[in-house]
């Protein structure tokens, strides 16, 4: 009994030590906000703020580098994926040292030497979602980094409140309760607007028209690739004044039914997109807002003209 009580004390004594080395890194480091003043992190003094953005904020300083931004998910599926894309072709050089679901770390081993190398983590810090990459630090640094990241607590709307989008090539109203993502890190979205628990949004995009293809051809070659792998109703609806063409979309999930509804308009060289999805549920439950938000659509002349000049 009296060795059990030993060892616990010397875990617990351990831990403590663990906690206030943490503590003592993150006292050392200095404290950035990005412009809108809604998140906050804490780095070493050896990095210098290079970028800021809404959303984001990065450092580089001694061949090291450190992004924090926040993210429209925070879960170990972004994580995973987000620590693969920044591993790439060198994950074989490298160790695995540490991978839950809130952090990857990896190091590079040289002789006797032990080098931090690419880790990222993800947090969520009062309704949002965070994540941070680093490069070249510390494995505890890198906890301590992300120990002291806050978010400005958000504020509370009325659900019945618009707000209004204004993008670099498309406006429209959406409820002032959804969040606004301008990075979601897609190759098929710019823009990604939604409810805080992602079950229903609009993805924006737009992507330039190939020479010699009308909109009804783009519309048709569109669907097709689409029927590979779902059923998709195409019909073709004036919104203001403007023709859009409508993909109804549904597919099979992993065993769930998806759906997507995606408008689609040609205006100068682009055809611009305004996507809702993906689960067959929320589609069904959300019909009005669809509605509601694609009578707010305007796609802006003015930078029509200046891409095409």
């Known amino acids: 009994m009296k060795k059990r009580i030993i060892i616990i004390m010397a875990v617990v004594a351990i831990l403590c030590s663990c906690l206030n080395r943490t503590n003592g890194i993150i006292e050392a480091m200095l404290e950035y906000k990005t412009a809108d003043s809604v998140l906050y992190c804490k780095v070493p003094s050896y ?21 924090v931004m926040i ?149 048709k070659s569109i669907a097709k690739k689409w029927r590979e792998v779902a059923k998709v109703n195409m019909s073709y609806e004036q919104i203001n004044n403007v023709e859009w063409c409508k993909h109804d979309i549904r597919m099979n999930m992993q065993g769930q039914e998806g759906r997507q509804i995606s408008y689609y308009s040609l205006k100068g060289y682009y055809i611009y997109n305004v996507k809702f999805g993906n689960n067959a549920a929320e589609i069904e439950k959300n019909q009005s807002m669809i509605d509601s938000i694609m009578a707010t659509v305007v796609i802006k002349d003015d930078i029509i003209k200046s891409k095409i000049r």
Not at 47 to 67: C, D, I, V, W
Request: proline share 2%; hydrophobic share 35%; glycine share 6%.
């Open 71 to 219: 993210i429209p998910f925070a879960d170990r599926w972004v994580k995973d994926d987000y620590a693969n894309k920044m591993v790439g072709d060198f994950r074989s050089k490298m160790t695995l040292v540490e991978n839950n679901d809130s952090i990857t770390a990896y190091e590079i081993q040289r002789g006797m030497t032990v080098i931090p190398a690419q880790m990222v983590s993800v947090y969520k810090r009062n309704g949002y979602a965070v994540i941070l990459a680093t490069m070249g630090i510390d494995l505890e640094v890198h906890k301590a980094m992300g120990q002291s990241i806050r978010c400005k607590a958000k504020e509370t709307k009325n659900e019945s409140e618009t707000s209004n989008y204004q993008g670099e090539y498309i406006s429209l109203n959406y409820p002032a309760i959804w969040n606004v993502n301008e990075h979601p890190n897609t190759q098929t979205a710019d823009v990604y607007i939604s409810q805080s628990n992602h079950a229903f949004g609009v993805w924006l995009f737009r992507f330039k028209v190939e020479d010699g293809i009308t909109f009804k051809e783009a519309m």
């Open 47 to 67: 990095l210098n703020l290079t970028r800021t953005e809404e959303h984001s904020l990065q450092f580089e300083g001694g061949k090291k580098m450190a992004k």
